[in-house]
C-alpha cells in the first residue's frame, strides 16, 4: 500500500466561492466511528472535494504521522482545524481516534471561521 502525498493546505488558496454565498458539504461515507469521511464542499455548480480525518487514528492503518499530529492538536487547541491536502483533496484532520457528529460539526464550523465566513453559512448533509 502505498503511503498518501501530505502537504499543508493554505486557506487563503482555497476557492473565493467559499467565502461567498451558503456552502453546502455532504459526506459521501458515515460519519460515525469513521477514522475517514469522504466529502464534497458545494455551492451551485462549484465544487471542491473536502473530507475530515481522525489524525490518531492507528488501526488498521495509521492516519498520520507524528509530524502532522502534533500540528493538528496545536490548531485545535487555539480553537482552529489543521487543512492539509492529502492525495490532491483537501482535508481537516483533527484530534482523536474516530469522528462522531459533533465533532465534525465543530471541524466544519472552524473552516468557516479559516476562510472568512460566520459558520451559519455552511449547511452539512450527514450520513449516519
Do not use: K
Request: no cysteine.
Amino acid at each position: 500500500m502505498t503511503r498518501p502525498v501530505i502537504g499543508e493546505a493554505d486557506p487563503f488558496e482555497l476557492p473565493e466561492w467559499l467565502g461567498l454565498g451558503e456552502v453546502e458539504w455532504t459526506t459521501t461515507a458515515p460519519v460515525a466511528g469513521a477514522g475517514t469521511v469522504t466529502g464534497r464542499l458545494s455551492q451551485g455548480t462549484q465544487s471542491l472535494p473536502a473530507d475530515l480525518l481522525a489524525a490518531d487514528r492507528a488501526y488498521p492503518v495509521i492516519s498520520l504521522g507524528e509530524e502532522w499530529r502534533t500540528p493538528a492538536h496545536q490548531a485545535w487547541t487555539h480553537g482552529e482545524v489543521l487543512l492539509l491536502e492529502v492525495d490532491g483533496r483537501l482535508t481537516l484532520a483533527v484530534p482523536g481516534h474516530a469522528l462522531t457528529v459533533d465533532l465534525t460539526l465543530e471541524a466544519l464550523r472552524r473552516l468557516a471561521r479559516a476562510v472568512g465566513v460566520p459558520p451559519h453559512r455552511f449547511v452539512v448533509a450527514l450520513r449516519l
